[in-house]
């Protein structure tokens, strides 16, 4: 599973509990007051990349619970193609 591998590298984040679910509008969901993360079963029919974009998105939210600059900093830390990933994701 690709959360196992990536999982490693983000130090100093809590125990969490993964859910899989079919969404409408989100490919994920970091619920930091119940420390689950949920992600959008369609994940499953996209490229390795765009899934490990999502994990590294939702990984991130326990960094920072938001959208900030601070957010996307981390973000790029751990996927410099951020913006094409969701580009790609949109389309």
Known sequence: MELQRILPHFPN????????RNM???????????KTITLN?????????????VIIHELCHFY????SDRFWRHVEEYY???????KRLRG
């Not at 920072?64 to 959208?67: L, P």
């Not at 410099?80 to 969701?86: G, L, M, N, S, T």
């Open 41 to 53: 079963t369609e994940l499953l029919k996209k490229d390795l990349d765009l899934i490990d974009y």
């Open 64 to 67: 920072e619970a938001n959208h």
């Open 13 to 20: 984040i809590p125990s969490f509990t993964l859910k899989l």
């Open 80 to 86: 410099p193609k951020y913006k094409e990933a969701r």
């Open 24 to 34: 409408k509008t989100r490919w994920g969901v970091n619920n930091f007051g119940s």
